[in-house]
């Protein structure tokens, strides 16, 4: 075989490995959708187990305690039918794409999982034009997240800012991410460190975080968030509150509430901010700050809720 005959058949069988890609991901999309839970409220979503919580789109979790946090009336329904649409036009922009590592495996260290994972937060950059929240970023709020400014407007800090005004924050970037990632049958979840949440990529042979702000995407390893990063007197807490831990489904509801609780804090809502606190602190344990957030109030006015 001549060279022009290799590279004619290498591109053949790259054309063939994509769209195998491709259809198997739409497979394990509706070997999902075939065993999925549906919550539409905030109640519905307490009343299921872990088990069963496993089995809600992490997405629509997500969008709901967005509607709690906000008082939102939204249909939960069109937000995840946008999300499966983007999903859609994403999984095609990887087999579009699918050539650049065939040609260059190298820049994404011989990985496809890596090129995939990137592949889609820069599809969500480029594609739908999703950026971080800039109001954040120029007011200063960006650099401390338990400031009452980061939550006053709970859009950019749920997926419901991403997916309707595509403005977002760490706090909703990465679950977006994780959200069209399942769909396209990637092994996407959560982890978090103090004051920031990312994605990590896990199939039990490859594991690597994704981090993205919104600009630029990164694969950085787990000594990238090591000690220095966290502030001193909050450096014993991380066992605590799971820091560095692949999240399950009740790790990532619990996670949603509290940022809720925050929320309707920094909107004066005092009432409803502890109840949100509590919620999480049964579905995290063993965090030391919710055990503190759901302990603040002893006497909570009336009319606040």
Not at 3 to 25: Q, Y
Not at 40 to 61: A, C, S, Y
Not at 228 to 256: C, H, N, Y
Request: one cysteine or more; hydrophobic letters at 40%; proline letters at 5%.
């Amino acid at each position: 075989m001549n060279r022009v005959d290799r590279r004619r058949a290498l591109s053949l069988l790259c054309g063939c490995l994509g769209g195998l890609f491709v259809a198997g991901c739409t497979k394990r999309r509706e070997f999902v959708l075939r065993n999925e839970l549906k919550p539409r409220t905030f109640e519905q979503l307490l009343t299921l187990t872990p088990t069963q919580l496993e089995r809600v789109d992490i997405g629509r979790m997500n969008l709901i305690c967005a509607q709690e946090a906000q008082r939102g009336t939204w249909d939960v329904d069109e937000f995840c039918s946008r999300m499966d649409q983007w999903a859609l036009r994403i999984g095609q922009e990887a087999e579009r794409y699918w050539t650049s590592f065939t040609r260059a495996p190298e820049r994404y260290d011989g990985s496809s999982a890596k090129f995939r994972a990137v592949n889609l937060a820069l599809s969500l950059k480029e594609v739908f034009h999703c950026r971080y929240e800039t109001e954040l970023i120029a007011s200063g709020a960006m650099s401390d997240i338990h400031s009452p400014a980061f939550f006053r407007n709970p859009d950019p800090v749920f997926v419901s800012g991403l997916l309707s005004k595509r403005r977002g924050t760490c706090s909703s970037y990465p679950v977006l991410i994780a959200a069209i990632g399942r769909r396209l049958g990637y092994p996407i979840g959560l982890k978090a460190t103090w004051g920031h949440l990312f994605c990590v990529w896990d199939d039990g042979v490859e594991s690597f975080n994704l981090d993205t702000n919104g600009t630029a995407v990164d694969t950085p390893p787990d000594e990238h968030y090591g000690r220095q990063s966290i502030p001193p007197k909050f450096r014993g807490q991380a066992m605590a509150e799971r820091w560095m831990v692949p999240f399950t489904a009740v790790d990532s509801l619990g996670t949603f509430i509290e940022t809720a609780g925050f929320c309707h804090e920094a909107n004066g809502r005092m009432g409803a901010a502890l109840r949100c606190y509590r919620l999480a602190l049964q579905y995290r344990p063993g965090s030391i700050n919710l055990r503190r957030l759901a302990s603040r109030f002893d006497i909570v006015p009336k009319g606040d809720a």
